[in-house]
Nanobody
């Protein structure tokens, strides 16, 4: 099991940027696919982006493609989500997830471990 702790959320104006981080405990970080999801009030959890175990492959939702970039540092057991050109519709709680048996899947049920989430609010 991997314990995940997100950080970096906050309030930002439209057009601004934030960088989220997801720190993982345990020695299995490099063997897990990492992903970011988000959930707006009253909506289902939505896939944002995923990154392969080595960091060489990524898969990003069309809604954020070109604005958000996922990355990871296996030496630091940390995954990141760089968010640029933020829009009010990007508002929500952002969760990181780790999957040991998954490829780059947008299905939240494919992931084994989840963080507690960090709030991102984009004002217009």
């Amino acid at each position: 099991q991997v314990q995940l702790v997100e950080a970096g959320g906050g309030l930002v104006q439209a057009g601004g940027s934030l960088r989220l981080s997801c720190a993982a405990s345990g020695r299995t970080f490099s063997s897990a696919v990492m992903a970011w999801f988000r959930q707006a009030p009253g909506k289902e959890r939505e896939f944002v982006s995923a990154i392969s175990r080595s960091g060489g492959g990524t898969y990003t939702a069309d809604s954020v493609k070109g604005r958000f970039t996922i990355s990871r540092d296996n030496a630091k057991n940390t995954a990141y989500l760089q968010m640029n050109s933020l829009k009010p519709e990007d508002t929500g709680v952002y969760y990181c997830a780790a999957g040991r048996r998954v490829l780059l899947s947008p299905n939240p049920n494919a992931y084994d471990d989840w963080g507690q989430g960090t709030q991102v609010t984009v004002s217009s």
